[in-house]
């Protein structure tokens, strides 16, 4: 007899595979950038102050930075009273009404020096040529205003300037850690003897006002992550720093030179703005015929710069530049809207940039820190051409330590 066949019953689900490694857990979600965790305050400091500009330089009182976070920048509002008669002409200098300001001088907590000392002129040139804001020209403000000739108020004026200390908007990088009463951030300033800032300055008084505002970072909020993710709790590489130091060649004479540039090397380049001075003098505003910037860059078909000027680091060639070529790329790339020398928005007298801040979009400031021009101890950095006329070239350097120093200069590149 033979034995009956049993149909199999239903099958259970299938099981699923176990896991490769049952005891990893989920791979943890990477931090967000410092700026998705935290508050971004613009708060006005206590500082007010007022002097009156007279045959001397006049120290103004310290600003005293508010340690309030992470310091971004510092915006400066500075107002010129001028008290005249109408009898007399107010005429300015060429540099005027930036060169109210003797001297600027960020003093961190140490000894370092990271912003200064350098005049009010080339302090603007930081604003409008270091790629910090959209609208980098003090002179196109809104509230930007001068007054010459012969009313009451003439040698008055009023403009903004910032001390930027971040490098990046997009992750914060060169923001400055400022949580201590005890380590005050200072900021010097001097104001210009009035007979430096004019030709013919107002007959009674000029009074200059300062009052500041602070951009900074709060310390991370935890109910500002997103989905789950942590913020990251300081800023990329905390302690990299940017500085803008001053240098000059009085040497320049009519002939071809070359001039070395010393300050930051070993150090990674952001920008340089030069300024050819005629004579070495300072001019008077607009005048092509004084002495000053305006007689040194009279027209585009100038010659006092050198036409081309060769640029040399480490050896190599980096830059050969025709004198119009230059100011062509200069006017596209920072967007001047002006044709009109000493305008706002427009070209300055002997003023050119060199920028290696440009390596994602299309504008200076738009940077992933990956084309800086990096250079090494040892490495002689220079600048050769044939100059038209004997004057001073003033080198305005903007480079960047990281945190550790040369060697560490791949933890800040995006």
Request: aromatic share 10%.
């Amino acid at each position: 007899m033979s034995t009956p066949t049993i149909a199999p019953g239903p099958q259970g689900p299938a099981q699923a595979p176990a896991p490769h490694q049952a005891s990893k857990q989920a791979a943890a979600l990477p931090a967000w950038p410092y700026p998705v965790g935290v508050f971004a305050t613009e708060v006005a400091n206590d500082y007010d102050q007022t002097v009156t500009a007279t045959t001397t330089t006049v120290a103004m009182p310290d600003v005293k930075l508010d340690p309030d976070g992470w310091t971004r920048d510092v915006w400066f509002d500075f107002t010129l009273t001028g008290v005249n008669t109408t009898s007399t002409t107010v005429t300015a200098l060429e540099d005027w009404p930036f060169n109210a300001i003797n001297t600027v001088l960020f003093k961190d907590t140490g000894t370092q020096q990271s912003f200064g000392p350098f005049n009010g002129w080339d302090w603007r040139s930081v604003n409008k040529y270091g790629a910090y804001e959209t609208l980098g020209d003090p002179r196109a403000d809104v509230d930007y205003s001068i007054t010459t000739g012969t009313g009451t108020t003439a040698g008055s004026a009023r403009f903004f300037l910032q001390l930027p200390a971040e490098i990046s908007h997009h992750d914060a990088l060169g923001s400055i850690q400022n949580q201590s009463d005890n380590s005050i951030y200072k900021v010097s300033l001097t104001i210009e003897t009035t007979a430096n800032q004019f030709v013919t300055a107002p007959a009674t008084s000029q009074t200059v006002r300062c009052r500041v505002t602070q951009d900074s970072y709060t310390e991370p909020v935890a109910a500002l992550a997103l989905g789950g993710r942590p913020v990251m709790s300081a800023p990329p590489s905390p302690g990299t720093r940017q500085f803008w130091v001053n240098d000059d060649d009085t040497g320049i004479a009519a002939a071809s030179h070359t001039t070395k540039i010393t300050n930051g090397i070993g150090y990674a380049y952001r920008t340089i703005v030069l300024k050819f001075q005629y004579g070495g003098t300072v001019g008077t505003a607009g005048s092509t015929s004084t002495g000053g910037r305006g007689q040194g860059d009279a027209s585009a078909t100038s010659t006092q710069w050198p036409d081309p000027l060769e640029f040399w680091l480490a050896g190599t060639r980096i830059k050969k530049l025709y004198n119009n070529t230059w100011r062509s790329k200069m006017s596209r790339r920072y967007g001047y809207t002006s044709q009109t020398l000493e305008s706002a928005n427009g070209p300055d007298y002997s003023v050119r940039v060199l920028n290696w801040n440009q390596d994602v979009g299309l504008e200076p400031g738009n940077e992933a820190r990956r084309t800086y021009l990096r250079s090494q101890d040892g490495n002689v950095f220079k600048f050769i051409g044939t100059w038209g006329h004997a004057g001073t070239v003033w080198m305005l350097t903007n480079y960047v330590i990281p945190k550790g120093g040369p060697s560490a200069y791949a933890q800040i590149v995006a």
